[in-house]
């Protein structure tokens, strides 16, 4: 590794720019010394110019030079020793402080290279005058403007070059910053649509197959206790269970087909039908899943000026009454349930209230057997900027409520 390759150290494969100024800088060199070495009056000089460019020849091929500050400051004291005795024997020598400038500069710490430039220039100057030659403004401005101008260069292209390297790492941790955003947007993306799926799952598959699992159990108590027919029903009830358990795929997200025929209101007052069973899509009426009589009376009614709402809030709406029910029949022992549709001017709301045994909302834990409901319908109404609250507590019924902002454009 030559000298100007440690222009910066850290950089171990030279640039374009930076294999021409080393080139340049070897060319100068070698100019320079030719030039010294003819123009010599003794064999002395001549010798001295050859011994001059064996040491720089050796600082270029030395790898310690370019890694080591001292191995850098240990040649160049050799070289500038060398270059005092030719500058001695020659005043033909005087030019090659130009060079040796730029290698001090390149080589040397700031606080060292200033005063290593100036030292240079001034026995610059000093030789030339002993030589003999007559005071003249160009004999002090020579040297003094050639330090300068290499002073000037170097100091500016590290700075060019530390504003170039501040530029490239903003530029990579800008890149890191969008490849960590784009990630996290992704996770953001696969979490929303996992609880996308979830949610459905348990709307639809898994509230079906809960429902047949239920009619299984009645029908299986419906039978004589010698019925050759009772090891089938507990099979499929098995399977159906089996089933329910191990449900992990969804088909993408549809309408709900009790959508497809009507209103919202007219949806949520077919799932208030006696024994509307469980639909296709998996929602099922007030009892229909204990057979007819089992479950509670459920009333639906309308308050406000019914509007057309958007797709998204009258399935969230839907789901979220299903499931609300579908947890009244299971869990409530409730002998009246009523759903409320409430059109408010810029909101809303739907509530599911029931006459039930009660809970406490904050004992209620999602887990592997069941509990996603509340937290699913949390999340749709959420979603689309509402609210969901349950007041609920032992003995005293359930009620829940979600209000949905109308969106700009619909109003009641």
């Not at 064996?54 to 191995?71: D, W």
Request: aromatic fraction near 6%.
């Amino acid at each position: 590794m030559d000298p100007l390759s440690s222009l910066h150290p850290a950089r171990r494969s030279l640039t374009p720019a930076l294999r021409a100024l080393r080139l340049c800088l070897h060319l100068l060199m070698a100019g320079l010394l030719v030039l010294a070495a003819v123009r010599a009056d003794s064999a002395a000089g001549t010798a001295m110019a050859v011994v001059v460019g064996a040491v720089y020849a050796a600082g270029s091929l030395l790898p310690s030079v370019g890694r080591s500050q001292r191995a850098a400051a240990v040649w160049l004291g050799v070289l500038g020793a060398s270059w005092l005795t030719l500058l001695w024997l020659t005043p033909e020598a005087l030019w090659i402080a130009f060079p040796l400038y730029f290698l001090q500069l390149h080589l040397l710490p700031t606080r060292w290279s200033l005063p290593a430039v100036t030292l240079t220039a001034g026995a610059a100057i000093l030789s030339y005058v002993g030589h003999g030659a007559a005071l003249n403004p160009g004999v002090f401005i020579g040297p003094l403007l050639g330090g300068a101008v290499a002073v000037a260069t170097v100091l500016g292209y590290q700075a060019l070059y530390r504003e170039s390297e501040r530029r490239r790492r903003l530029i990579e941790e800008l890149i890191e910053t969008r490849a960590e955003l784009a990630a996290a947007e992704r996770h953001a993306g696969t979490l929303a649509e996992r609880e996308r799926l979830a949610r459905e799952i348990h709307d639809t598959l898994a509230q079906g197959l809960s429902s047949i699992q239920l009619l299984l159990r009645a029908a299986e108590r419906a039978l004589p206790p010698d019925s050759p027919a009772a090891g089938h029903i507990d099979r499929a009830r098995q399977a159906a269970q089996d089933n329910l358990a191990e449900a992990r795929r969804f088909v993408r997200a549809l309408s709900p087909p009790d959508l497809e025929h009507g209103s919202l209101a007219a949806a949520l007052e077919r799932l208030c039908e006696p024994g509307a069973g469980s639909g296709p899509d998996g929602s099922y009426g007030s009892y229909g899943a204990y057979g007819p009589g089992a479950g509670p009376r459920v009333r639906f009614s309308v308050s406000g000026t019914p509007t057309e709402l958007p797709t998204p809030y009258e399935v969230a709406l839907l789901r979220i009454a299903q499931s609300a029910l579908a947890n009244t029949v299971r869990h409530a022992s409730a002998s009246r349930a009523e759903i409320t549709l409430s059109f408010m001017g810029a909101s809303v709301t739907l509530d599911v209230v029931d006459d039930g045994k009660g809970f406490d909302p904050g004992s209620v834990r999602q887990s592997s057997e069941g509990g996603f409901g509340l937290p699913a319908m949390r999340s749709r109404a959420e979603s689309l900027g509402g609210t969901f609250t349950v007041e609920s507590a032992p003995g005293q019924g359930t009620a829940v409520a979600v209000s949905l902002p109308l969106p700009a454009g619909v109003s009641a």
